[in-house]
Each structure stands twice: as C-alpha cells, then as structure tokens.
C-alpha cells in the first residue's frame, strides 16, 4: 500500500495534468476477523484485510467519482480518469454547486468506548467459552446453540484540495449467541447480543427467552395495546430511517416534506441521531465530506426537528448540511450513525402494568416483504406473550401485526428506561426502548 504522502502528491498532480480543478480522497484500511461456533465446533471463520480509495473531483463545475479496493500508485491515472469521465456525463443539479470543504473550527473528541479489537484467537477463545456457559445453564439446551464473534480495526482518512486531511481510527467487536432448547418434542430459539468488549459480555438472557416460548399457543384476532420490545421497535426504525433523508424528503418519497416543526410522534418521543454516543465504538467525529458531527433531535418531543442531510441536499433543500454524508464510490450519500428513540423513566414491569390485557411482541420477521418503507404500512409476521392483568402471561405465536409506522409513532403512550441497540462493525446502527403502543392490529387464530 503506498504511503499517504506519496498518494496525496500523486493524486494532486494528476489532477493538475488533467485540469481538474479541484479534488478530494478518502481511503480505508481495515483488518478483520469473524468465527462462527455451534454446539461445542467452530463450523466458519473468515479473516481479512482490506483497503479501498473513493476519489471526488470537480471540473468545470460538474463533479464525478470513481473507486478501488486496490491502494497503490498505479491506480491513481486511471482513478482520476474515471472520475473525470463520470463528471462530464453526471447532469448539472439545479440548486447544486459542487466543492469540496474546507473545514470546521473545531471537531468533537470520541469519548473512549475501552477495549474492543481481539485477534482471531481471541474470537475464538471467548466463543469457545461462551458456548459452554451456555450449556451449563439449563438440561433443555441443545443441539444446534451457537454464537457468532467478529472483531475489526479500521484507518480512515479524509483529503482534499482545500488543504483538509482528517484521520479517524477505530475497532469495533461483538458477539450474537442463538440459544436452542428442547421439551417434549417443542423446539424454541431465541438470540442475545453485545458489542465492545466482547471477553465481559453474557449473552446468557438467550438461554432464558427461548425456555420462555415453549409451550406457545395462540391469540385471537383484535385490536390491543401492544408492548413492542426494543429489538422490535429498532427493526421498524432500520426500515424506516430512509424517511428521515432529506434527500427522500425533496424528491416526495417520504411523508415529512415540507413538515419542519410538524407534529410527527407522540409527545414522549424524541428520535436521536448520535455520532457520539457515549461508549459506542463506532463513534464518528467527521461525516464523509468533513464536517464535524454533532448530536440532534430528528423529533424533538414529537416535533419533527429536523431531517438528515449531506451538502448536496441541504443545497437543493435550502438548508444546511447535518453532518450525515457518507462517502461510497458513487458519490455522497445520508446515512445516519446511532439512531434511536431516547429512553423513557420507565421500567419493563411499570410499562406491562399500564397495558392491563394486551400483546408482548418479542419477535418479528419479515420486515423486507411485509413493510413499505414510503408509505409505512406494515403486516408483520411475529410471536409474543399476552400480557394479562397487568402482567406477561404465556406465550403465543403465530399472528400478525398490522398497522402503519408513521401512525404507530404518534401512538406511543410510554417507554422503557433501556435502549436496545442493533450490533454491527460500522457507524450506522439503530436502537430503542420497549413501546406501548395503543392499538394495533393483531390477526391470530
């Protein structure tokens, strides 16, 4: 791999040749590594190092991009050309005048979110230990528990022609365990997860969830109150978070065009988008064009507050720039980092107590076939438990939850203490506290 300097003088004199009048690079460097245990075998392992350049250049005030996985020398000529290529057929953007940033005054500090690389026998060995806890836990586990670990260190760095060079260094790890438990012939799975250090994370709660289901019945059909767990909620919000994209918005593939200050959520809901979450290890100080990132309110209070952008939609918005773009090899796009409904004053036996007789939603699937990311309407095939005189009763399975996520937002009647978040290596994830929602469409027996 060629060393920075070396590769910020070539792309700049490229550039030079080729009349380009300005430019801009990002590179990465990552090394990896993921395993995979079930019963007391590791059935996959992977390692890998990788690297790639995303190179922007403007000229003659149209810009173009072009990528590689392959960070040397000899790529850069045909890197420039390519982009340059793009730029002369990309059609001008009404409202749009391409630049690269110069930079802010000042960028946040990352919190330190502690350890979070392990080689792979690291991985392996907390996977191996994990495994037999599990076991050890109760006689019903069996055959076909397992758990997943991945771990990764990643170099990424920001140049242009403005004189702007940022550097972001991070690791990230986590652990998904899937407990199997057997009963008389009745067979139930259910997952647990954690992400940083991954030699201190229990995911013993998986074991419990899964004896927990057995015996499932059925439900019948209605309209309940619905307690939605924060696995459930955070899934709605991963399909829905396109809606939040300012870019979405202008082009009328979202319902919050033109909604700034709009009542969009119940008053006790507040979406956040946080780069900086304390103690994440994907924690992000700078967005992929080299604005400082900051925490914000998409709703505030049930207030829309706000809508995601890059500098290309805030331009075409009439607005400013988020801090969300994020640099792939097409070009910049909006992406969000830790986006989650904050977490309520109220705990899981508070929140079942409120319902009276209603539905616990535990697990849903189907969300790619099942949910329309612009209309947001839903019917998604799920298992819960009722919830009866105030308190999780047995569990059930088989029915649907019906409704629409826009609607369901303003429905939120209360919320849990604790986020649960999605585990993942990268900057975006999603998270949320359990819901009460009031009245949704539940098809059972």
């Known amino acids: 791999m060629i060393d920075e300097a070396k590769l910020e003088e070539l792309i700049a004199s490229t ?3 080729l009349s380009v009048e300005e430019w801009e690079y990002m590179t990465s460097a990552s090394t990896s590594f993921s395993a995979s245990m079930v019963d007391q075998e590791v059935v996959e392992s992977s390692s890998a190092r990788d690297c790639s350049i995303s190179l922007r250049v403007i000229a003659d005030g149209r810009e173009g991009s072009a990528s590689s996985e392959k960070l040397d020398g000899s790529i850069v000529p045909r890197l420039v050309a390519s982009a340059l290529a793009n730029s ?6 009404e409202g749009y005048v391409p630049e690269v940033y110069k930079g802010d005054a000042s960028y946040p500090e990352k919190m330190d979110p502690g350890r979070n690389y392990f080689s792979a026998g690291e991985v392996k060995a907390v996977l191996a230990t994990c495994q037999e806890h599990l076991f050890s836990l109760d006689g019903r586990v069996s055959f076909g528990t397992g758990s997943d670990a991945a771990s990764i260190k990643s170099s990424t760095r920001l140049v242009n022609s403005a004189g702007l060079s940022l550097c972001d260094d991070y690791a990230s790890s986590y652990i998904i365990s ?8 009745d067979v139930r799975n259910a997952y647990e997860s954690g992400e940083g250090d991954i030699s201190a994370i229990q995911t013993d709660e998986a074991v419990w969830k899964a004896i927990r289901k057995l015996g499932a019945g059925t439900v019948k059909s209605g309209r309940y109150p ?11 919000l991963s399909t829905y978070s396109p809606a939040f994209s300012g870019r979405n918005a202008f082009l009328g593939l979202s319902p919050y065009k033109d909604r700034i200050g709009d009542e969009a959520a119940s008053p006790i809901v507040s979406l ?25 309110a998409v709703i505030d209070r049930g207030r829309l507050n706000t809508l995601l952008y890059n500098r290309e ?59 329309d990311p612009v209309s947001g309407d839903f019917s998604i095939e799920s298992s819960g438990f009722l919830i009866e005189h105030g308190q999780v009763s047995r569990p059930v399975q088989g029915f649907t939850v ?38 949704l469409s539940v098809s059972g027996e």
């Not at 002369?88 to 953007?93: S, Y």
């Not at 619905?226 to 709605?236: A, E, P, Q």
């Not at 989650?340 to 929140?351: N, P, Q, R, V």
């Open 88 to 93: 002369r057929v990309k059609a001008v953007q």
């Open 313 to 371: 939609w805030a331009l075409r918005s009439g607005t400013e720039s988020t801090g969300n773009a994020a640099m792939t090899g097409s070009g910049s796009i909006i992406r969000p980092y830790s986006f989650h409904i904050a977490a309520g004053s109220l705990s899981f036996d508070e929140l079942v107590q409120m319902v009276g007789d209603g539905v616990y939603v535990t697990d849903m699937k189907g969300f790619h076939a099942g949910a």
């Open 272 to 296: 956040i988008d946080d780069p900086l979450y304390p103690g994440y290890p994907g924690q992000r100080t700078w967005d992929g064009e080299g604005r400082a990132t900051w925490r914000k």
């Open 402 to 439: 019906s409704g629409n996520f826009f609607t369901m937002l303003g429905s939120i009647k209360a919320l849990s203490d604790q986020v649960r978040w999605a585990v993942t290596l990268g900057a975006m994830r999603t998270g949320s506290p359990d819901a009460l929602i009031e009245g």
């Open 226 to 236: 619905v307690v939605l767990s924060g696995d459930c909620l955070r899934l709605f």
């Open 178 to 185: 899937e407990a199997v438990v057997r009963q008389d012939g």
């Open 15 to 17: 550039c030079k040749a």
